[in-house]
Every structure is written in C-alpha cells, then in structure tokens.
C-alpha cells in the first residue's frame, strides 16, 4: 500500500510580462496573427490576439538596425549593425498554442554600411534595403539575390515604399514592355476596350537631403526625382484611387505628389516635425503623426485637417512610426516611450469616427523599465497596477480572453488581453517611488519624488481612474505610503459601495526621516484645490530615510521601517511610539503585519499568542519574524545573498486545512530571487528563480495565493501555487512505481527476462539488473547466435533509447570497475557494442549540464578498466603457462612403486 506522500509547497511560472520591444521596428503580418517587435539584438514574435510570447529570435550580438515581416507572414528580415541580413523562414504550426517554427534561410552582407530601411512589396516577393551610404537594393525574398541596384544621393536613406500604377500598352514596344512586365509581375489586366494594361512595379525612397527619388523596377531607371522637403523625409505612402504619393519630413511639412505628372498637389504646414504618414479610407483621408503624439487626419483632396485641434502631449508620448494596410483593421503606431498605440481607421463618411481616431483604442507597452512596486487592484483582482520607474502608474490586464472570443476582443478592444495597458494614473510631476491598495482594490495610494503622496479611485465598470486627493508637506521624497486594510461589515454601505467610501486615513513616510497621518475627505477634491490638505500629525520617526509602512489589520497600529536598522509601532490615533524592533544590522527595507485569524504560531517558548507577529527583510540579508506582544525576534530566516527588499504574507490556510498546510511567508531580494519560508519551521520551502535583476515588489493574490514578482529587468512574474498538483502527481507517481516494482517482481519469478531488463531499467534498479544480467550470462544452456546468452534479451538490449543506452552504460561502467562483476559487464557491453553502430553511441542525446562530457568521461573509464581486465588475464595466462610447466617437471621426479625414480622424457 502506498504511503503518504510529504507535503511540498511549490510554484511554478505561471505567466510573465516581459519586454517585447525597446525602440526600432515593428512589423505586422496581414492576417494580424504575428507581431514582430524588435527587442535589443533580438527579435520577439507576439500573438497580438493574447499577448502571448511566440518565439524570441537570438540576434548575432549587435543591435538590430532594422526588420520587416512580409504581409503574408511568410518570412521575417531582420538587419544588425554588424552589416549581415539574416532572413527567417515562418511556418505556422498544427498545434493548438499556436506556434510557430521559425528556420534561419540564409544570412547575407547586402551593404557595406549598416541597413537602416526596409520595404516589402504587397505580394511578398520583393525586398528592398537601403543603406546609410544612400544605396538602393531590390532583393528577391525567396530566393536571396538581388534583382536592383539603385544609386541615391549619398546620404542615408530614410523611407522606402513600393507601389504598383496601371500602364497601357499602345505602342509595339510597349507591348514589348507589357510582356515583359507580365512576365516579371504577373499582374496584367484588360481595360474596358479591349487593350492591355500592365501593372508597373515601382519604388519610391525618401533621404535625410529632402529629396524623394521613385524608379520603374522594370525599366530600371529613375523616373522622378521630388525635390521639395528641406529636411529628412520621414514616410512615404501611396494611394491608387487618387494616383498621390505622400511624403512627410522633419520640416514640418506635408506634400501630396501627382504620379502622373509629379507635380505637388498641395503642400501643407502642420507646425510638428512629423515621423508617419498614410493613407486610410481608400486613400480620401491621410493620417500623420509626430513629435506632439497625436494622431492627425487629414482630407486628401483639400489638405484640410479633420480632427480636431489637440494639445500637446508629453514629449514621451511622441510618435515616431506606424503601420496601415487595408488588410490591417487598425493603426498601430509606435511612441517614444516604447508603448504600442492602436487607433481605429478614421473614414470621411462619419467625421465622427473621424474624431475618434484621436484616441488609441488600446495600448500595450513595450517595455515596462524598472518595476519598483506593484499590487492587485479592482474588485476582482483582474488589473496590477505598476510603479515603473516613471511619473505614473500603469495599469495593466492580467485576464485572459477566452478562446472563442480572442480575435474580436483584439479588434474591438472590449475585452484586454493579458499585458495590455488598460489605464494610466498621470499627475506626479516626477518619479513614484511607492504604492498601496485598500481592502476593496479601488483604491490606490501613491508617493513620489515630487514630495507628493496622491489617492486614486479605480472604477472598472466604467473604465475611470482619477486623482480623489492630493496630499502635499512632506519635505522631500515620498519612500512609503499605507492604506488601511480593514474589511467593513458586509451589511454596511461602505463594503457594498466602496468606489463612494474611501479609506479613513493614509499614513505616508519620506526622506525627511517624518511619517505624517492624513484624514481623507468624503468628497474629491476639486482640481484647483488639490494639495491643500493638512496632516492629522507629524512626527520625527528616523534618524535616516524611511522605506515602507504598514498598517495593522484592525486600523489602530502602523509600522515604520527606515534605513537606520529599527522598525517603530506607531498607534493611529495619537501617533505616538508602543514598540520598537531592534536587531537587524542593515537598513530595514520592508515591514508586514500578520494578517487576521493567522492560527498560534511556534516560537522557541511554546505558541505565541495576543497582539500578533510583524514580518521585516533588511539589507542585512535576513527576514524577520517579531512578536508584537514584547517586541522580540521570534525567529530570523537566512538564505538571501542580497538584501530582502520586499516581504509578504501568503493567504492563511482555510481551518480545515491548516493541519496539513503550513503557513507560508515570501521575501524577495537583490539575488533575484523569491523565497517561501515555511514560519514555524524557519526553513525555505521553495525558492524561486526567474528574474535577472534585483526584485523589488511583491503582492500576493488574495484568493489564488499566486505570488506576483516586479524585477529591475522589467519583468512581472505570476507564481502559481501548485502544491496541491504537486501533492497529487507524486502521490500519483509512487502508486505508479509500487505497481510497476510489482511487476518486475513477476517477470522475475516466471523468467520473463526481456519484460523485466525492461522494467529494471526503466526503474532504475543497478542491483536488479545486474541480477538478472548474471543469470542470462551464466545460463546453463544458452542460444545458439545469441550475443548474450538468449535472444530476447539481444533484441531488448538493441532496442533502447538514447537516455536507457546511456544509463546502462553507467551502470556497465560501475560493474566493470568491480573484478567479481566485470565479466558480467563484459559481456553485456559486448553484446551492446555489436548491436549498434559505432556513430550511435558516439552522438547519443544525453540530458544535463554536461551533456557529451558526461558520455565521454563514461566511455573513458569503460576503456580504462577494459584494458586492466585484459592485461590481468594475459598475466593470468603466461603464468597459467609457468605451472603447466612445473605441474610437468613436478610429475618426472615421481618415485616408482619400487622405490626408484624413473626418468621420463618431457
């Protein structure tokens, strides 16, 4: 009968926001199933539908200068400053995540200057490169050659566009040039009288000089050279329903170009260096965008600007790319600040689809920089708010959509995908250094470096986040801020309308070494008035900077940790001292009172009982558990090779687990690591490893007991708590082995040697095995053409895998070493040897860090030990030979029965 399993507490990487694009390029497929944005040196495949990480493409070391996606989605081309042009071929998989295998095609060095542009033609055959030294090439995708050479200015080229326009074949050479384009593009029509026409394939490139050059790609020459830009041409696009090309450059200026007689149409000033410009609407509108970060639509025929006057954004909110396809139900746009802004296409028909085109519909961010905190916010728990190392706070979807609805939740922008920013909370005027939530989740508090602390209302129903009250005395820096906890009672308005109720007070600690007490009002503050708030009190807590608060579970204690080693309990009331916390001996940068209803605890003195337990990590590398009945250590937990700067208390278990469950604290530290430390034991239960940087927040769900990790490498983690799948596959798993020990048991007993040497090494029994490979060896009367004795054995031994050929090595390694098993081993690596080819053994896929080192080292020691044995019996037969000889020579001097010796001859 199986024994119960031991209860192990274990998380596992549930799912992560990381960085998917840190400035460069995107790129989009047609189908909007491939997101391609560039992340350093690499590349990062993204499912825009679920935000799901695809694929992460390794660059060469440099940092990629440029890459594109063909709109079928077929191959992706991605240039590094190291001057090569690597181009992947993508092929969708079966399976159901979604994946897909990406195969390096070829590499190439297309110019002898780094590429810095790149255009791919609607069809998805054509490439064109260009270079800082102004050249032009015309690739062909599939097959790596190119097709063009064009000569620019020498100057850095700085947009590329492919068009098609319709040309009519009239004379015989150009009936001549309609074959020969049809030839090469495949793409001839009929007019309405009969005659051809042909679709002539054409390239347009815009430099840093101004100028705008557009060649024939089938008569191989320049056709018109556009001189009008004084500055860099940022974007060009074109439009077939209106015969117009569109340029934008840095000097403030929009042109429409004629393609038939390539004269400017108009010439707009827009007072913005713009960055993007394209035609939506079937060419009737055209959007651009710029260094204010809005989105500005234009009417194409009259150049006159729809939407709007808007004012200026925040010079990171600047646009600096985009991309438009009417295959494409969107305009996704690129913003300084790397966050990826999706608009819908405005039309001409409805000016107020128009107007709505000013405001992205969704947005996702890049890269999230620093995470310095973070915390589940709503009702539901569904958004984490996060404290980015910026002046606000970003909201961020940790819900997934479900399946069926994916797509059009993308399209609609209804329902966000996981990593999606779903708000911000914009009002400090520099950099947030700390945030809490109440009970409910709709309340935010924050503190920054602008000396501020600010109180937010969160309302998910209606997608508002606002600034309630503004909080402002402080003399420097904000480092802590605390928002009480306690849950109202069920039957009172405040817990069934907490949006209308907000917190009672906030507790606020700076680098002024004072924490300050604020009565929250019942109203919001007006705009105007915001900041004119008064502290309750002020009191001089810390000889130096203060770096966390927090606020006893009934409301009437808080906590202050500061750099200068102590943590002081403070009443809410008065504000005066009842505790403090001597021990650590590095600045304390973390405190957490117990939650409520946590079950007695187990100190060096028996339970521990009254007031509770505070929880402390220090730079000292240590946590602390301390009782708040006498302010005394209780137990100190070591294992952080850095300084703990986050701790946290996992959820109590519920009564009728807690005999099985132990109660659970986290800390995470400067190691980049999370580690679960079981409190009663002061052991770490599981340590947790997925960050590469220092990590400096911590939140836990309140329900799911998943574990939330904010990194300096601009990662969140979300440990999900698996111990009881845990519980239940080791359970599951030594049933299986019990079974299967069984089993073997009864091959064994009946002779079934082939089922058992199966079993025996698939459970990884060397006693066992040598066993029954003893008795196959020594077997009275083996088979005829049997390797080792019987057959069935042969075929067991010539069929094993890889990881079975390895491990019976090993154990043919360990007996060989022993004289009283090596002939057993002997034989078996003989019968092994001859059943395989010499190549086989030699490439097998070994598992683990050491991978063939470990096949070589096992190897090694077979042949070393293989020599020794043969060497003995060569020792063993010359001397066998010396007493042969003296047996003979022994038997010549036996006396006769009568007494004397007779000579014999030997």
């Known amino acids: 009968m199986a024994t119960k399993q031991p209860l192990t507490t274990t998380f596992d990487v549930g799912k992560v926001i990381a960085p998917i694009f840190t400035g460069g390029s995107i790129a989009i497929d047609n189908n909007v199933s491939i997101l391609a944005t560039t992340l350093g040196e690499n590349v990062v495949l993204t499912d825009p539908a679920t935000g799901r990480n695809i694929t992460k493409i390794e660059g060469d070391g440099e940092l990629v200068s440029t890459m594109t996606i063909t709109p079928s989605g077929t191959h992706l081309i991605v240039c590094s400053r190291s001057l090569s042009m690597k181009i992947y071929s993508l092929r969708k998989s079966s399976a159901e995540n979604n994946s897909v295998d990406v195969t390096l095609v070829r590499t190439l060095k297309p110019h002898a200057t780094p590429v810095v542009v790149l255009a791919v033609d609607r069809t998805s055959t054509l490439l064109a490169t260009g270079g800082t030294d102004g050249a032009i090439k015309v690739w062909d995708v599939s097959g790596g050659f190119v097709t063009h050479t064009f000569r620019g200015p020498n100057v850095l080229a700085s947009a590329l566009r492919f068009f098609e326009v319709a040309g009519r074949a009239t004379d015989e050479g150009g009936k001549k040039e309609g074959k020969r384009s049809?030839?090469?593009?495949?793409?001839?029509?009929?007019?309405?009288?009969?005659?051809?026409?042909?679709?002539?394939?054409?390239?347009?490139?815009?430099?840093?000089?101004?100028?705008?050059?557009?060649?024939?790609?089938?008569?191989?020459?320049?056709?018109?050279?556009?001189?009008?830009?004084?500055?860099?041409?940022?974007?060009?696009?074109?439009?077939?329903?209106?015969?117009?090309?569109?340029?934008?450059?840095?000097?403030?200026?929009?042109?429409?170009?004629?393609?038939?007689?390539?004269?400017?149409?108009?010439?707009?000033?827009?007072?913005?260096?713009?960055?993007?410009?394209?035609?939506?609407?079937?060419?009737?509108?055209?959007?651009?965008?710029?260094?204010?970060?809005?989105?500005?639509?234009?009417?194409?025929?009259?150049?006159?600007?729809?939407?709007?006057?808007?004012?200026?954004?925040?010079e990171s909110e600047a646009i600096v790319g985009s991309i438009f396809r009417p295959e494409i139900p969107f305009i996704i746009c690129t913003q300084m600040d790397h966050?990826?802004?999706?608009?819908?296409?405005?039309?001409?028909?409805?000016?107020?689809?128009?107007?709505?085109?000013?405001?992205?519909?969704?947005?996702?961010?890049?890269?999230?920089?620093?995470?310095?905190?973070?915390?589940?916010?709503?009702?539901?728990?569904?958004?984490?708010?996060?404290?980015?190392?910026?002046e606000e706070i970003r909201l961020v979807s940790t819900l997934e959509p479900k399946e069926s609805s994916k797509q059009e939740s993308w399209l609609s922008g209804d329902t966000p995908c996981f990593g999606q920013d779903v708000g911000l909370l914009k009002g400090h005027d520099d950099i947030i250094l700390t945030l809490d939530t109440d009970w409910s989740g709709c309340w935010i508090a924050t503190g920054a470096k602008d000396n501020s602390a600010r109180l937010w209302r969160i309302d998910p129903s209606t997608d508002t986040y606002e600034c309630y009250a503004v909080f402002t005395g402080h003399a420097e820096s904000i480092g802590a801020v605390g928002l009480p906890k306690t849950v109202p009672q069920e039957s009172s308005q405040a817990f069934q309308d907490p949006l209308n109720h907000p917190p009672p007070f906030l507790i606020t600690g700076s680098q002024d070494q004072t924490v300050k007490r604020w009565d929250i009002p019942r109203k919001p503050q007006e705009e105007g008035k915001k900041g004119g708030l008064r502290a309750a009190f002020t009191r001089k807590a810390h000889e130096k900077d203060i770096n966390a608060v927090d606020i006893y579970h009934n409301g009437s204690l808080f906590a202050s940790a500061s750099q200068d080693k102590i943590v002081k309990i403070w009443s809410v009331e008065e504000g005066e001292v009842q505790g403090i916390l001597r021990g650590h001996r590095r600045g304390v940068w973390s405190v957490r009172f117990a939650p409520p209803k946590l079950p007695a605890l187990q100190g060096q003195d028996g339970s521990i009982s009254g007031m509770g337990t505070i929880l402390t990590g220090s730079g000292d590398k240590t946590v602390k558990l301390w009782n708040l009945s006498d302010y005394s250590c209780i137990r100190t937990f070591e294992g952080h090779s850095n300084s703990v700067l986050k701790v946290a208390w996992l959820n109590v278990p519920k009564p009728q687990d807690q005999p099985g469950r132990p109660l659970l604290v986290a800390s995470a530290g400067?190691?980049?690591?999370?580690?679960?430390?079981?409190?009663?034991?002061?052991?770490?239960?599981?340590?947790?490893?997925?960050?590469?940087?220092?990590?400096?927040?911590?939140?836990?769900?309140?329900?799911?007991?998943?574990?939330?990790?904010?990194?300096?490498?601009?990662?969140?983690?979300?440990?999900?708590?698996?111990?009881?799948?845990?519980?239940?596959?080791?359970?599951?798993?030594?049933?299986?082995?019990?079974?299967?020990?069984?089993?073997?048991?009864?091959?064994?007993?009946?002779?079934?040697?082939?089922?058992?040497?199966?079993?025996?090494?698939?459970?990884?029994?060397?006693?066992?095995?040598?066993?029954?490979?003893?008795?196959?060896?020594?077997?009275?009367?083996?088979?005829?053409?049997?390797?080792?004795?019987?057959?069935?054995?042969?075929?067991?031994?010539?069929?094993?895998?890889?990881?079975?050929?390895?491990?019976?090595?090993?154990?043919?390694?360990?007996?060989?070493?022993?004289?009283?098993?090596?002939?057993?081993?002997?034989?078996?690596?003989?019968?092994?040897?001859?059943?395989?080819?010499?190549?086989?053994?030699?490439?097998?896929?070994?598992?683990?860090?050491?991978?063939?080192?470990?096949?070589?080292?096992?190897?090694?020691?077979?042949?070393?030990?293989?020599?020794?044995?043969?060497k003995r019996m060569e020792e063993l037969v010359d001397e066998s030979y010396l007493v042969e000889y003296t047996l003979q020579e022994m038997d010549s001097l036996v006396p006769s029965l009568d007494g004397e010796v007779v000579m014999q001859d030997v």
Not at 355 to 382: C, K, N
Not at 673 to 679: A, N, Y
Not at 721 to 729: F, P
């Open 339 to 390: 966050t990826l802004a999706l608009y819908h296409p405005p039309s001409k028909a409805n000016l107020a689809v128009a107007e709505a085109a000013q405001h992205p519909f969704r947005r996702v961010s890049g890269t999230h920089d620093e995470i310095i905190d973070l915390a589940y916010v709503t009702p539901d728990r569904t958004i984490m708010a996060l404290a980015t190392n910026a």
């Open 670 to 870: 400067g190691d980049g690591l999370v580690k679960v430390w079981d409190i009663n034991s002061g052991e770490a239960e599981c340590t947790l490893d997925n960050h590469e940087d220092r990590v400096w927040a911590l939140a836990v769900h309140p329900e799911t007991n998943a574990i939330a990790s904010g990194s300096g490498d601009s990662t969140v983690t979300f440990w999900e708590d698996t111990t009881k799948a845990t519980q239940a596959a080791a359970t599951e798993a030594a049933h299986r082995v019990i079974e299967q020990e069984q089993e073997l048991e009864n091959h064994i007993h009946v002779g079934s040697y082939r089922e058992a040497i199966t079993l025996a090494l698939q459970l990884n029994h060397p006693g066992r095995l040598l066993s029954l490979f003893t008795k196959v060896v020594t077997i009275d009367k083996p088979e005829p053409d049997s390797l080792c004795g019987l057959k069935a054995v042969d075929h067991v031994l010539a069929n094993l895998s890889d990881e079975q050929i390895f491990l019976l090595l090993l154990r043919l390694r360990d007996w060989n070493a022993n004289a009283r098993t090596a002939p057993v081993a002997q034989r078996i690596l003989s019968t092994l040897v001859r059943s395989y080819p010499s190549s086989r053994i030699s490439n097998l896929s070994v598992k683990g860090a050491r991978g063939q080192k470990s096949l070589k080292e096992v190897l090694h020691a077979l042949k070393v030990y293989t020599d020794r044995h043969y």
């Open 182 to 314: 049809k030839k090469s593009t495949d793409a001839t029509d009929t007019d309405e009288t009969g005659g051809g026409t042909t679709i002539n394939f054409r390239l347009a490139a815009g430099f840093q000089d101004g100028n705008v050059r557009v060649w024939d790609l089938h008569r191989r020459n320049c056709i018109a050279n556009l001189d009008s830009h004084v500055s860099d041409v940022q974007a060009i696009d074109f439009s077939p329903t209106q015969q117009a090309l569109v340029s934008v450059s840095r000097d403030k200026t929009i042109i429409w170009w004629d393609t038939r007689s390539w004269k400017v149409r108009k010439l707009v000033p827009c007072f913005e260096m713009l960055e993007t410009v394209g035609f939506v609407d079937d060419g009737h509108l055209t959007y651009t965008g710029g260094e204010k970060g809005c989105l500005r639509v234009w009417d194409t025929e009259s150049g006159r600007e729809v939407t709007a006057e808007q004012d200026a954004k925040h």
